[in-house]
């Protein structure tokens, strides 16, 4: 089998690699990179819902936009059951923590609109039941077209399958709040091509989801990031010494880090519209390192390209680890090569004492990080905890070269615009 850089030799951009060396790195509870404790009293954004991934309405510069001074997030979003017998415990107590692992299966795309850029007021499902072709809505991006209200909201069909797809609709604004409409035609786009993506059927944990469209600063071509795993049979994977990268001595046994392989990838559109995409070679793989870079995104600051994505405790490779958080990488163009921020990756992390309050954070170009609680620890020993499923505390962050810097907390799920488009 080939190694990461073998596989891409041929094509026109080198994946950039994520090594064990940098992994090595990842310092969890530096200050700088560590979100503050979230509080087990926070408030809860709807009772009848778990939110979680959190999409701001945004043009394709990446700019987080309002419509007619509405502010408009999307959620990835589920009922929550506290009175369905499935859900009860033996004695008869609802099992909240049950409901909300299981909320993946029934993801459905829903909208929340607001005045201040927080304490968000319900909006509703974006799509009717029965227009997305497959049982779970999971996370994407919506995009303002234009002035008159256009969106073309990009995610992922998943179950059977998954399908990189596309709606669009528009969003119409009245004094009292907005609404979604139409949203009624799901276009599928791609789905992973098993030569560089792989696919289902060469290992049943693949990933293939997240797009995340963009305009390039600098060529004004129309792209997109999305989450995959390098293409291949799962274990066949190679993690060679590009891949381990300059390790101390007694740190060059990878263990069963082959099973290890995700890549940030990327797609060129062929059409003005984002109809019709050309899926490239990965801008950035994680072979030996981690199994998952999640909801890839950009910033565009100071002529550079910070590409942030997600990831997991549990996702790392056999003698690497980090906290659950936002991992981020730094190049001069598009195509990198691509620098581990803060030398290791590590961006903002979860405190080694509450390794689960956040997840799916969202780094916008004014340098606030949205993301939402997952579960915090409610007694000392961490075994009582109270289950999130809302908007997290407001991070903010400088991005300063190839460093990162925590710097204010602000209201949960406060995501301020920074344009507010009036519609026609
Ligand atoms: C991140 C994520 C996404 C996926 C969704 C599924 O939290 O795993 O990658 O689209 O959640 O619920």
């Avoid at 990842?26 to 503050?36: C, E, F, G, S």
């Avoid at 690497?320 to 691509?338: E, I, N, Q, R």
């Avoid at 939402?372 to 407001?394: H, L, Y």
């Amino acid at each position: 089998m080939k190694t990461t850089t073998e596989k891409f030799g041929a094509t026109p951009h080198q994946p950039s690699l994520w090594t064990r060396a940098d992994a090595l790195k990842v310092r969890a509870d530096d200050p700088t990179t560590t979100q503050p404790l979230v509080s087990a009293d926070f408030p809860v954004l709807n009772n009848d819902v778990f939110i979680w991934d959190t999409m701001p309405l945004r043009d394709l510069d990446g700019n987080v936009t309002s419509v007619d001074g509405w502010s408009v997030i999307f959620t990835l979003t589920a009922d929550r059951h506290p009175n369905d017998p499935q859900y009860l415990d033996e004695d008869g107590n609802y099992d909240i923590l049950r409901d909300w692992n299981d909320r993946h299966g029934r993801a459905k795309m829903y909208y929340w609109f607001s005045r201040t850029g927080k304490n968000w007021e319900f909006g509703g499902r974006v799509m009717a039941e029965g227009v997305s072709p497959t049982a779970r809505e999971w996370a994407g991006t919506p995009i303002l077209l234009n002035d008159r209200g256009e969106v073309d909201l990009y995610y992922t069909a998943v179950t059977p399958g998954a399908t990189i797809v596309k709606v669009r609709g528009r969003v119409v604004t009245t004094e009292h709040g907005v609404s979604m409409v139409g949203f009624e035609k799901v276009k599928p786009l791609f789905e992973a091509d098993g030569k560089m993506y792989q696919t289902e059927a060469q290992n049943a944990f693949w990933g293939f989801r997240d797009p995340w469209p963009f305009r390039d600063p600098k060529d004004g071509k129309l792209y997109m990031l999305f989450e995959g795993n390098v293409a291949g049979e799962r274990g066949s994977h190679k993690v060679g010494e590009a891949e381990i990268g300059d390790v101390p001595p007694g740190y060059e046994d990878v263990g069963n880090s082959r099973f290890q392989t995700a890549c940030v990838g990327i797609a060129v559109a062929r059409d003005a519209d984002g109809d019709d995409w050309e899926m490239l070679p990965p801008l950035l793989t994680a072979v030996g390192v981690n199994d998952q870079t999640e909801r890839p995104h950009f910033v565009f600051q100071d002529g550079k390209y910070y590409l942030f994505t997600i990831s997991h405790t549990f996702t790392y490779a056999d003698g690497v680890t980090g906290p659950d958080g936002v991992y981020g990488f730094v190049a001069d163009s598009l195509f990198g090569p691509y620098v581990p921020l803060n030398g290791s990756g590590l961006v903002l992390g979860n405190p080694s004492s509450q390794p689960f309050q956040t997840y799916s954070h969202y780094v916008m170009p004014n340098g606030l990080v949205t993301s939402f609680i997952d579960s915090v620890p409610t007694d000392e020993t961490g075994t009582q905890i109270r289950v999130g499923g809302t908007e997290a505390p407001t991070v903010g962050m400088k991005i300063k070269g190839q460093q990162t810097f925590v710097v204010a907390e602000y209201d949960y799920g406060y995501i301020p615009p920074m344009l507010d488009v009036t519609l026609k």
